[in-house]
């Protein structure tokens, strides 16, 4: 099926080809009704007398042109008298009419399935295009994760050679950490933490190679990695790549969450049943005009309106939280393509690391120095005597420069902005999807618009107001008995759920991954980078937009400055100064 596009009016018109065909074999029982009101000598055929073939034979055929198999085929024997008044009639008005009690009944049934089949399809359309969605845009980052790894995994052969086989396991566990996060998210994995142990074994690791002529206890090895922000052997780029690796994968994951979220609302709510009373509305707007022998009249637009809004009205109330959820999945798209692209990310992410590595080799030595000096002076290695021995170890003194080679810039056979161009215009015709659909049902030729039209009991104009939509409107629907009491609880279940995850996409929008708390101070408050709307802005340099953090705790200091304090010292003297007065008359008073 072809991808969502919004509502059309071929579907719609298919709808209500089903309301006004009606799936009846009639035809006779119209001849039949003009009979009835034709003088005998103006008939151009002999009628039958009651209970003849030509009107007790009524039958549902399930020819629907709304299913592609439908119900049985067949016809179902009715013991109908013929043309006649239709006293015991529940739905249809009284008067003459070829339709009996239990043929109504069959009619209602009918109308069930008939009402059903827009919202399915409509929703089908829906909810295919977004799962298609969801698994393009799943595919898309595992694979981008899969090129990232192997992509490193050939530089670092190439650029490091045996040292990095030997400490391949530690990165092939970064990139298994990686896809657990964006799996199954911060409940999982914390990725400020599991950052934070990646380069502190890979200090301590490389901390070995270059001082091979030491030996290191676990405990001195223990006191090294303590110290690693402060020695930041790295420079900047384990704060960077944090940076950028948490906004990422939160709006990643965040987003292709709301797209999996998004086709199953769509699944439950379409396959919420119609009440009674929406029944027998739509029966008496499909098959009541067929029962008067009137098989070419249409449904007035307004009448069908009214209808749809009454038996759709729980689905309608769905719409706000429905749009504030689009609107939050199209800000997140907007991050996807400017400041959190997951492929700019992770498409360079070994070059990061090597350059990470480069400037410990370069720094080794003042590294080793203050670590000397705060861990204490290592013993010298017993195994380590000869310069041969320094050979074996794989040390050559520097680490070989990398020299980054071409590397896919696609995963998918996609690219990340071709996928969110693409979702973005599918997010925008989805919106108002629920409230619209009697207006995208009653439309086109199915319906009349002008006078000549069933209004409900008749050929004629439809006088009735037409109702807004939402169930809070339906209490004084003219056709549909709605109880605005009793609302449905699925689809309330579903707002609910859709609140919660629009929460979920500004938070990610901001950077914050809310699905634990910080449990440093126990605020409650989103863990993640955080972004304001000018450190994530679309000039803002993607990997290094955010100024180094001060690591010297923050003090609030009780002094002021020089110019507050001349102030209040000045403020006080002028105080002092009246007191000093009084304190002198009232003592030369005294002394008198």
């Known amino acids: 099926m072809e991808s969502y596009a919004g509502p059309t009016t071929a579907v719609a018109g298919d709808y209500l080809l089903a309301l006004s065909s009606g799936l009846v074999y009639m035809t006779v029982c119209a001849f039949r009704a003009r009979a009835a009101h034709t003088p005998r000598r103006h008939r151009r055929f002999e009628t039958q007398e009651p209970g003849s073939p030509m009107c007790s034979t009524i039958g549902v055929s399930g020819s629907s042109s709304f ?55 409509l929703s089908s359309n829906l909810q295919s295009t977004f799962t298609q969605r969801h698994l393009h845009f799943d595919r898309f980052f595992r694979e981008l994760l899969d090129n990232a790894e192997k992509s490193l995994h050939d530089m670092f052969v190439r650029t490091y050679g045996q040292m990095y086989m030997k400490n391949a396991e530690l990165f092939k566990r970064f990139f298994q950490q990686l896809r657990r996060y964006y799996a199954q998210g911060g409940a999982a994995v914390n990725l400020d933490a599991m950052l934070s142990d990646f380069w502190a074994e890979l200090l301590e690791r490389m901390f070995r190679l270059v001082n091979v002529q030491y030996e290191f206890s676990d405990d001195y090895m223990e006191c ?32 292709t969450r709301g797209l999996a979220l998004m086709s199953d609302v769509v699944n439950k709510v379409s396959t919420v049943s119609a009440s009674p009373s929406c029944v027998r509305a739509a029966m008496k707007m499909m098959y009541c005009p067929y029962c008067s022998g009137q098989v070419a009249l249409k449904p007035c637009q307004n009448y069908c309106l009214n209808v749809l809004r009454g038996c759709l009205a729980n689905q ?104 969110v161009t693409d979702v973005k215009k599918k997010l925008k015709h989805a919106k108002k999807f629920w409230s619209t659909l009697p207006d995208t049902v009653c439309v086109g030729d199915r319906i009349a618009v002008g006078d000549e039209c069933w209004n409900g009991t008749a050929k004629s104009r439809y006088e009735s ?115 000093l007065c009084l304190l002198l008359v009232f003592l030369e008073t005294h002394w008198r």
């Open 465 to 579: 107001v037409v109702m807004n939509s939402g169930l809070a409107n339906q209490l004084s629907n003219p056709d549909v008995e709605v109880d605005i009491t009793k609302p449905d609880m699925v689809i309330r279940r579903q707002i609910v759920i859709l609140k919660e995850m629009t929460t979920w996409l500004k938070a990610a929008h901001s950077g914050n991954d809310i699905s634990f708390e910080n449990e440093e101070d126990g605020s409650g408050e989103e863990s993640g980078s955080g972004c304001d709307s000018q450190s994530c802005g679309p000039d803002t340099d993607i990997y290094f937009s955010t100024p180094a953090p001060n690591n010297k705790p923050k003090v609030r200091l009780v002094h002021t400055d020089e110019k507050t304090n001349g102030a209040a010292r000045s403020g006080v003297a002028s105080l002092l100064l009246p007191l």
């Open 224 to 255: 090294v990695s303590r110290h690693t922000e402060q020695l930041r052997p790295f420079g900047d780029v384990p704060r960077k790549l944090r940076l950028q690796l948490t906004r990422a994968f939160i709006a990643a994951r965040t987003f």
């Open 316 to 419: 309608a109330d769905l719409d706000f939280e429905w749009n504030n959820f689009l609107d939050a999945m199209l800000s997140l798209a907007d991050r996807l393509e400017g400041p959190f692209n997951f492929e700019s990310v992770m498409d360079p992410i070994d070059v990061k690391i090597s350059e990470a590595i480069m400037n410990m080799q370069e720094n080794s030595m003042q590294v080793s120095q203050k670590v000397f000096q705060g861990c204490g002076q290592p013993k010298p290695s017993k195994a380590f005597r000869t310069s041969r021995s320094i050979k074996e170890t794989g040390f050559t003194g520097r680490f070989r420069p990398y020299s980054p080679d071409a590397r896919p810039t696609t995963a998918a056979g996609t690219s990340l902005d071709r996928l």
């Open 67 to 121: 299913s592609s198999s439908g119900p049985t085929a067949k016809k179902t024997k009715q013991a109908a008298a013929g043309p006649g008044p239709s006293a015991h009639l529940k739905v249809c008005p009284q008067g003459f009419s070829c339709c009996t009690l239990e043929m109504e009944e069959k009619l209602s049934q009918q109308s069930r399935s008939d009402l059903k089949e827009p919202v399915s399809r």
